[in-house]
């Protein structure tokens, strides 16, 4: 096709007109859309669709994939696709010489070949310098990150500082939080207390779109157990009421493991473990209603030689799962939930192998010792992919749509390199598919 915004999607041929005196009627031709609307409808839709729609024609795939078009686009979440594309890395932590400063650090994964570790520029991880001009004694911890934006807590030693910052790496705009709230409970170790959430629309506050950060507290006394809860809203730009909403059903003193939020489906998702069973809490976004689910009798509940993580089947959320890796059995196995439309969610009884370590052995050479410890690091909320690794023996890449290792990342740890990583996945209004030359 050629021409200007004026072009058309070409009907169907029109039929032969029929003979007189005989033959059926004429049927009355559909109009087509002109192209320009159809890319309009296009930018409003799921990634799944804006790619059915650039596959139908050579003029429709160059108008997609041309960077021009990435300013109008308003994708919708997929309710039930992953995209893979929308992760671009990881990001870490590294300490530097003085063993003080903290530097952020992007795992590239978008170029071909090994991975790259590259420093974020000051200009675009949206970390103002200091002051001085000077780095060091500062320290820059990731504490949560969704749909391009990222949550991290700047501490300067000298002089005494510490703030919250929500930054935006892809423009190095960043917004800080005044400071955030204390709670009257105890903190309860092993509990991530901090939840990113990224607003769709609305003005952008510091160039930064619209967010709020949840601060969440766990406070356990055996059979008295419940949630202490103060949102910030960069609209509002404050801190909103303390509350507290008691947790149903959920039962113990402690956590065993640590384990990070899941965001899906308007909701934020817990993983409790603690010695006498394993829960997963619920917490309604808009409705600040909380339920709790208790996992099968059945499901392991230990604090060594195993390691936890929440991951949804779809992008959507629907139906959870809780992936664990046994160091004695060396696999990773995935507990599922299964929903019905009329019915409520439920455990399934006995859990599916996802990895077995045969798998991790094609990507070495050398021989692996009878055991080896499993690190279940995070699952990757849009692109349904899970980062885990094997103590020196690399990292690993697992897409939970095949549910096989994609990449492995070989090598042991840096020494300076810090436990703390966070998947980065970009936003899925700037997301743009690439074309072969080929329309299949």
Sequence with gaps: MAGGGGEVVPGPPRPQAAARGGGRPRKRQTPSLPLD???EIAARTDPATLV???STCGDMRGRVADPAFRRRLRLRHAADRFVPSLLRGHLEVRYLSDYRSVALHLVDITGAGDTTTARLPTAADGFPPHPDGKTAGRQHQPLASRDGLLLVRTTDWQPPHDELRVCDPATGRSQALPPEPTFPGAAQKNWDPYVLLVGDGGAAVDGVRPFQVLKVNLVMSGHHCYLEI?????????W??????RTPHLHGSSLLRRVTPLVADGAVYWLCVTKSAAYVLNLHISTAQVTVTTLPVSFPCSDKGIDYLLATATAGGGEL???VADGKKNNICAWAQTRKPTMMAKWKQRPQVVVESEAMLRFRNARWSATFHVYLHWFAERSGLVLFSCGIDGEFWLDLRS???VRWFPGSPDLYRSTECLPYEMDLASWVPTFSSTII
């Design 37 to 39: 609307i159809v890319l």
């Design 321 to 323: 799962m809780v992936l």
């Design 403 to 405: 549910m096989e290792i």
């Design 230 to 238: 103060q949102t910030f809203s960069s609209e509002d730009v404050a």
């Design 240 to 245: 909103g009421s303390y509350a507290e909403i």
């Design 52 to 54: 059915r729609c650039a």
